[in-house]
């Protein structure tokens, strides 16, 4: 019943900012952990950063002091701001609960970063 439909990437240099954000059809979402992955080709996919109904966060060590995950629930969107993007952030991100994904996979925002 649930999509959550993300969008935001693109292209940036090196030390630039992207600002991603994931929209649920329905506010059924606002109770869950929700989570931001990527996927790099031939990588598996990883959590990047999760935020609970509560507003406690956690974060992937690589992406700690530079990406800030956040919800507005009047939205029904999940934010991550990507600051400080290094090219090993390039990867097709997307959303979805966490720990289990029970949301059917959207089609990801692809994030590119060029040194």
């Known amino acids: 019943q649930v999509r959550l439909v993300e969008s935001g990437g693109g292209l940036a240099q090196a030390g630039g900012s992207l600002r991603l954000s994931c929209v649920a059809s329905?506010?059924?979402?606002?109770?869950?952990?929700m989570g931001w992955y990527r996927q790099a080709p031939g990588n598996q996919r990883e959590m990047v950063a999760v935020?609970?109904?509560?507003?406690?966060?956690n974060y992937e060590e690589s992406v700690k002091g530079r990406f800030t995950i956040s919800r507005d629930n009047a939205k029904k969107t999940v934010y991550l701001q990507m600051n400080n993007l290094k090219s090993e952030d390039t990867a097709v991100y997307y959303c979805n609960t966490f720990p289990a994904p029970i949301v059917d996979w959207g089609q990801g925002t692809q994030v590119t970063v060029s040194s």
């Open positions: 329905d506010s059924i979402a606002n109770l869950y952990t």
């Open positions: 935020i609970n109904g509560g507003g406690g966060t």
